[in-house]
């Protein structure tokens, strides 16, 4: 060891010398405390060996400087006095020396002292390596994480702004608390084209960052088929690919996924390894479940992923409660799960602008202090329908001068109904030319209304009138997919085409199914007698009436089955 030795006496320092050197250390001398002092900041020694009284500071007070200087480092430090005092000894001590020696120093005891204090510098090198690999890693992991929360930040986003985005939607609460810095439970939500709303509630196996990263393929794929308005069947099976592809075989997501269509009334929901969701009434009434019926993401092979969903009718003022499970296992400081029951306690009976908050309330005075396991989350949706339909914006200028002509068609049969999301295709298409910029919105609900008038009516021979109440929308919904699964015949075909009439740039959309079609005349005519807001609030029969305030012209063959549609684009 590296020993500053301070003492102004010949005889002392040559009888420590003889006792140092033959045990290998290397001895520097000091004759008095001042000089000791700066010796020790540019030597840094193992151990300093003091006599109580030298010249300048004395032993006491150069033992208290140096302990001041290296705090909160430990510096072992010998004091010797030439007699044995209690009040030296317990001067010694309060200044921050180690060890208490009386001259003559005895080579033994010296010895001892040397190698206890030995024994303990390597204990603090060692601490002390492990502490900068703990800094580094700390340091790293930082990085890491605000990696990851930039990624998930930038993609959950509207044009990658920070923020809630598009968690701010007026029909969404959500509450979340983590059991570590960067939580393993995400919440994303989007509109559809078409104002279907789409929400997922996910939660990655594991903990921290390797949780939080597991999340990282569901949500760019999220947004982008949401946004398509394709189908949750298809969204599902897409996202179940990408974390099998993504992930390590042993990693999975648990998610479940909505989507809210405000018009129709209708509410879909894919639950692959998540607690029960489940609907309140406007009275806060506990009436609809919809439990755990598919593995998590990443278990199952395409060939064997089921996406079947649940899908089921709401009237007006209902709200979907989804949550992690990490909310129903909170244990309290007495060993008890929040559980099923603690949350339908907080939920039940409320109305809905309090349900968020008074089941933070409940969860807090639950855990009374005790830190969650696992990451808490409430995800709230109402499911409101539409009073009216969204008026449509007023066409913009188009410069027509460099847009040519284009046409194309798409021709569906029985095997492709429920295998392709046609609106999204074809809308694809069409988005891709310049004059289409701008127009998507009101393309969707055109195609979507005439697609699924096509199929629901012209095809599947569905009567609009049972939807005239929540009852008989759930068996309009049964009869649809019984029909849908028995269906051996029958074909639609769509063309959309961008034509010159007139002087004036149009997009015009003809839709024919193989069915036998219905009575136009008598249909147009109940529609022209009804007031708007009439039309507005039934629960049938306002696709062709939301079709005519946004279209120039909407048309019918003789017998039905054939539609066209006329929206202006731009003048020429």
């Known amino acids: 060891m590296n020993i500053l030795l301070v003492e102004d006496r010949a005889a002392e320092v040559a009888a420590l010398s003889a006792i140092l050197h033959p045990l290998g250390h290397i001895v520097v001398v000091c004759a008095g405390g001042d000089m000791a002092r700066l010796q020790f900041a540019h030597q840094c020694p193992d151990v300093v060996i003091t006599a109580a009284f030298v010249p300048g500071l004395d032993g006491f007070a150069l033992t208290q400087a140096i302990q001041q200087q290296v705090a909160p480092r430990w510096q072992p430090i010998i004091i010797i006095a030439s007699e044995c005092d209690e009040s030296l000894q317990t001067r010694a001590i309060e200044a921050g020396a180690d060890s208490f020696l009386v001259a003559p120093v005895s080579p033994a005891a010296l010895t001892a002292r040397l190698a206890a204090i030995e024994r303990l510098l390597t204990l603090q090198r060692d601490a002390d390596a492990r502490m900068t690999q703990l800094t580094r890693f700390l340091a790293a992991e930082e990085e890491d994480l605000h990696i990851a929360r930039h990624l998930i930040e930038h993609q959950m986003s509207p044009e990658g702004e920070k923020g809630r985005g598009r968690l701010e939607d007026p029909a969404v609460d959500v509450w979340q608390q983590t059991c ?134 709401f009237a007006r003022g209902e709200q979907l409660v989804l949550v992690s499970d990490g909310l129903l296992e909170a244990v309290g400081p007495l060993g008890k799960r929040f559980g099923e029951e603690g949350l339908a306690a907080a939920l039940v009976g409320l109305p809905r602008s309090q349900r968020r908050d008074e089941l933070k309330a409940a969860i807090n005075a639950h855990l009374a202090g005790v830190s969650p396991i696992d990451d808490m989350t409430l995800l709230l949706i109402d499911c409101e329908k539409e009073a009216a339909p969204a008026h449509p914006q007023p066409a913009r200028a188009v410069s027509t001068r460099r847009l040519g002509h284009w046409h194309f068609e798409l021709l569906i049969g029985v095997n492709e109904f429920n295998r392709i999301d046609v609106v999204p295709l074809l809308l694809d298409v069409a988005g891709r030319f310049e004059s289409m910029q701008g127009k998507t919105g009101e393309l969707f609900v055109i195609l979507s209304e005439l697609f699924n008038n096509a199929l629901d009516h012209g095809i599947l021979r569905l009567d609009s009138r049972l939807k005239n109440s929540y009852d008989g929308l759930e068996t309009w919904l049964l009869m649809r997919e019984e029909r849908l699964a028995a269906l051996t015949h029958g074909e639609i075909r769509i063309a959309v085409a961008q034509v010159n009439e007139g002087g004036r740039l149009w997009l015009r959309v003809h839709c024919r199914d193989s069915g036998p079609g219905f009575d136009v005349a008598s249909a147009l005519a109940r529609l022209a007698q009804q007031p708007q807001a009439h039309v507005d609030e039934r629960l049938h029969g306002r696709g062709l009436a939301l079709i005519q305030r946004m279209v120039e012209r909407l048309s019918f063959n003789e017998s039905g089955n054939e539609a066209t549609v006329l929206l202006p684009i731009g003048n020429t």
């Open 180 to 313: 570590t810095r960067l939580g393993g439970n995400m919440v994303s939500v989007n509109r559809g084209p078409d104002g279907v709303l789409h929400a997922m509630l996910a939660d990655a196996s594991g903990y921290g960052l390797s949780a939080c990263v597991s999340l990282l393929p569901l949500i760019a794929p999220f947004y982008r088929m949401t946004s398509k308005g394709l189908s949750l069947q298809t969204i599902v099976r897409e996202l179940n690919a990408k974390v099998r592809q993504a992930l390590p075989e042993n990693r999975a997501v648990a998610a479940q996924l909505v989507a809210v269509d405000p018009r129709e009334g209708v509410v879909n929901v894919w639950n692959g390894g998540m607690p029960t969701a489940f609907m309140l009434d406007g009275f806060g009434h506990h009436f609809m479940e919809f439990p755990l019926t598919h593995p998590p993401f990443g278990t199952m092979a395409d060939a064997d992923f089921d996406d079947r969903i649940e899908q089921h009718a």
